[in-house]
C-alpha cells in the first residue's frame, strides 16, 4: 500500500468518526466505532469497517447507516479537499470480534 493511500485511509477514517458522532443518530447506549478504512488503488471506492457494541445492534446500526449513506457521502465529501473522493461502503468488523474470542481463549488457558 502506498503512503498516499495510507494517508487517505487514515483521514477518511478520522473524517468519518466525526461525522457519525455529530451527524447520525444512533441508539441510546450503542458504541459504534470505525476501526479501518481500506480504500482502492484507484481512490475510487473505500470499505469503511464498523464495529458495533453491544452485538446485538449491529443490524439496526447498519440499517441506520445505509439509510443514511448518501447523507454521509455528501457531508465526507464537502469536507475532504481531495478529488477523487472514494465511494464509501460500510462492512462489518469481524477481526475485532475474532480478536475478543481469542483474548477469551487465552484467558481461559491462563486460568488452568
Known amino acids: 500500500m502506498t503512503n498516499r493511500i495510507e494517508k487517505v485511509n487514515a483521514l477518511i477514517q478520522k473524517e468519518l468518526s466525526k461525522i457519525l ?3 447520525v443518530d444512533f441508539p441510546q447506549g450503542v458504541l459504534v466505532t470505525i476501526t479501518r478504512c ?9 470499505k469503511i469497517y464498523v464495529s458495533v457494541m453491544p452485538d446485538e445492534q449491529i ?3 447498519f440499517e441506520i447507516l ?7 457521502q455528501q457531508v ?7 478529488r477523487p473522493i472514494p465511494r464509501i461502503e460500510f462492512k462489518k468488523e469481524e477481526k ?3 480478536a475478543a474470542q481469542v ?3 487465552l484467558e481461559e488457558l491462563k486460568e488452568r
Do not use: G
Open 103 to 105: 483474548e477469551e481463549l
Open 96 to 98: 475485532t470480534k475474532k
Open 76 to 82: 465526507l465529501n464537502r469536507r475532504l479537499r481531495m
Open 21 to 23: 458522532l455529530r451527524e
Open 59 to 61: 443490524d439496526k446500526v
Open 66 to 72: 445505509n439509510r443514511r449513506i448518501y447523507d454521509i
Open 38 to 46: 481500506d480504500s482502492s488503488p484507484n481512490l475510487s471506492e473505500a
